[in-house]
C-alpha cells in the first residue's frame, strides 16, 4: 500500500516533465489515434476529482454505496481537452492528486474495509483504490511516453 501511495505522489511530476518534453506539442495527438498530452492532463484532472475523490468519499461513509463510472471518453469529447489550457490541467490535477492523498493516508484501519459497487466493476473495497489509481496512471504514463517518443522528444 505504502507503495502505491508513493507512486500516486509522483504521477504530477511526471505530468508536468512530460509536458515540458512536449512543448508545443502538447496537443499533437499520437498517429494512430488516442489522447495528446493536453487531453491526458484533463482526463486525469477530471477523473482525479469526479471519479477518485467521489469513489474515496462515498467509501469512506460506508453503506456499501454505489460508484458510478467515469467515462473518460465521453467526457473528453464533450469538454473538448485539446483546446483547454495545459497549465490549469496540471494544476487542477495536482491539487486534486495531493486532496486524495491526504484523504488516503488519513484512513482508520476499519475504513479501508469500507466496500461499494463499481458500474462496470463490480464490488470495490476503499483499500482497492489506491491500487487501482495506480494501474490507470500506469496505463497513462505509458501512452504517454510512447508518444513522446513518437513526436521525437
Known amino acids: 500500500m505504502a507503495a502505491d501511495l508513493q507512486d500516486l505522489q509522483s504521477m504530477p511530476?511526471?505530468?508536468?516533465?512530460a509536458a515540458d518534453r512536449a512543448g508545443e506539442a502538447h496537443a499533437v495527438p499520437p498517429r494512430a489515434g488516442g489522447f495528446c498530452v493536453?487531453?491526458?492532463?484533463?482526463?486525469?484532472a477530471d477523473l482525479e476529482r469526479e471519479g477518485f475523490a467521489v469513489r474515496i468519499e462515498r467509501l469512506r461513509g460506508g453503506g456499501r454505496p454505489l460508484l458510478p463510472d467515469f467515462d473518460g471518453a465521453r467526457v473528453a469529447r464533450e469538454r473538448d481537452y485539446r483546446r483547454k489550457a495545459l497549465a490549469e490541467?496540471?494544476?487542477?490535477f495536482r491539487e486534486a492528486r495531493d486532496r486524495n492523498l491526504q484523504a488516503l493516508r488519513s484512513l482508520s484501519p476499519a475504513e479501508w474495509?469500507?466496500?461499494?459497487?463499481?458500474?462496470?466493476?463490480?464490488?470495490?473495497?476503499?483499500?482497492?483504490?489506491p491500487r487501482?489509481?495506480?494501474?490507470?496512471d500506469r496505463g497513462h504514463r505509458?501512452?504517454?511516453l510512447e508518444l513522446l517518443a513518437e513526436l521525437g522528444r
Request: proline letters at 0%.
Open 13 to 17: 511530476d511526471f505530468l508536468e516533465q
Open 38 to 44: 493536453v487531453e491526458h492532463v484533463w482526463h486525469l
Open 89 to 92: 490541467g496540471l494544476a487542477l
Open 113 to 129: 474495509e469500507h466496500e461499494g459497487e463499481q458500474e462496470q466493476v463490480g464490488a470495490v473495497r476503499l483499500r482497492d483504490i
Open 132 to 136: 487501482l489509481m495506480c494501474e490507470h
Open 142 to 144: 505509458q501512452e504517454i
